[in-house]
Structures are given as C-alpha cells and as structure tokens.
C-alpha cells in the first residue's frame, strides 16, 4: 500500500486567526438572526452561517444522569463554540473548520449500526433499539489530541461495557473494531485517499470494557453536531483523540487486533494503543506538553490523560516505549 503522507500535525491554528474566525462567526449568526434570517444549510455561500446552522440543528437530550466525581474534570469546560468548530473529522475535510462547515451533508437519522462477529447477539440494529435499553450518563472528560491541544467536554452517553455485555461476547471476542460510515456524498472528505477510508479503530477488549469507555450520543446537554461525530462516536479519554471514532455504523469483536487507520497510514508515528503518554514523543514532536483550547500558554500532560488510577492497570507488565 503505498504510503500517504501523515497528516496529523500540531501546528495550532495561529490564536488571533482564530479567536478573529470565531468572533467573526459570533457576528455572522448574530446578524443572520437579527436581521431574522434563517440559518439553514444551503441557504446563501456563507461556510460559517452553514457551521451555525449544523450546530442548531442538534436537539436537547432529557434524563441524563449527572456524572459522578471519578467521571467528571474539575477543570474549565471548553465552551461549546470552541468544540464545534475546532474538529478534526477528515472525511468531512481535512482543515479545522471544514467539518463545521460540511456537517450538513451528514444524514444521521435514520442511522443502524451493524454487530458482528464474535457476539451471540449480531445484527442491524436500528440506533434507537441499540440506546433503547441505557439510561443516558453524563460524563465530563478530557480529550488530548495527538496533535498536542486539549478540550473538556462534557459527554452524553452510554458506556461501551454495558453495550457489550448486552450483546455478549463469545469467549474469542479479544479485540472491538469499529468502523465510521463510507458514503463520500454525506462525507466528501472521503473523495481524496486522505486516509485509507473507511476511518477504522479499535479496542482490546478489557479496555473497551473499562466504565471510562463511553459511546457518546451528545455533548453539552444536546445531541452530538455532525462534526463531532454524530449520532454514535467513542470516547476513550486516556487514549489520543484519534482513537475517538466517529459516526460509528460497524462494531465487530475479534480474535485478532484489528488494523486502524492511522496506524495502518503511519505504523512509526501512531501506534494501536495510542496510551496518552508525556515521555513518548511523537517523531516529530514532544508529547510532554498541550494547549488547552482557549488558554495562551501550554500545560504539562498527565500520564494516561490523568486517568492513570483508573487504566494504569491495563497495561500492567507491558513496556509502554515500545507499545505507543
Ligand atoms: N473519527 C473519524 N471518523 N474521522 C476522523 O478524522 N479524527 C479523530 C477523532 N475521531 C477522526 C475521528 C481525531 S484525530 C480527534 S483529535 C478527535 O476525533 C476529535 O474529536 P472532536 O472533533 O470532537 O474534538
């Protein structure tokens, strides 16, 4: 396979371009419905106007059971316009922007997601049958990108644990692979072999296994924007970002750890565990170091992403250089 230039980077937009797009997104939206227009997607060439719309277009979640302490950072949360327009979704485009800017193209009902493999329970279940029986949690981490920014989000979801036991697993099931949708009309970044698409991750089996693990529906209290991954994406908070999938239509459990795209694009610079880990660099950056979204300066990053109580034990008696 020939090998696609990685396109990862942690080159941050420069903070006065963006600080000046989002007040100029503010103003736009502020002026569209001041002047009462609607903010649909399609109506007029304005991309930011279209970014509004996408978000709008989520709808409030109810009976959403508050996160308990070891589930929620007692850190500032990023402000929801930061979150849904700073992504990185590369089949809606591969600039900070673009996903914001594309959402709309994404029809995320109705959605099914197809259960293979190694469960007794397989099937195409209709997304509303596989939520129907989770109550909704709330869960309040933070996301390190492998790029070296960070965010809070607060999360609505369900845990993948309860998920998979559900459809339980057969004594094979060692590894979950997921896969994002494959439909280059809803997703145009798909047009361009960006990444070998469809975008595939995976779990060993005892971390997707872990309560940490949640299957997000929704973030701020609404469902989940297109950008970020609507309806279904993971969250895996101890793990970079790139291990979030979004969009979800396949869940597969596996003998075999399954190939994932950014490994498969560049195995040296983005391994299968992807562990949040500040002593091993990227080969063309340090890790020890992130930019929360909003803040000026740089914070130190914590081992596991700060959830190292709660993982460390994972990876007991493995050497975590040599599994990046
Ligand atoms: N999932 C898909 N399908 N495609 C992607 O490009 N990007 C990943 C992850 N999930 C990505 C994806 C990366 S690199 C990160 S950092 C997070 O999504 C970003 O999630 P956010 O945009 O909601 O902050």
Redesign the pocket.
Known sequence: MRRIAPL?DNQVTDESLYLGRRTFLKNSATAALVAGLPLFPGCGNDGNAKAEAAISETRPLAEITPAPARFRVDEPQTPESD?TTY?????MGTGKDDPARNAHLLRSEPWSVTVEGEVARPGVIPLEDFLRPHPLEERIYR?R??EAWS?VIPWVGIPLGDVLRRLEPTSKAKYVAFE?LLDPEQLPGQKRRVLDWP?REGLRIDEAMNPLALLAVGMYGRTLPG???APLRLVVPWKY??K????IVRIRLQEEEPATSWNLSAPREYGFNANVNPEVSHPRWSQARERRIGDWSKRPTLPFNGYAEQVAGLYAGMDLRRNF
Do not use: R
Not at 244 to 247: D, L, M, N, T, V
């Open positions: 990862l979150a992504n990185n979704f590369y089949e996301l990108c492998v965010m994002t975008y950008q970020n991954g970002g790139f979030s999938i979004k969009s």
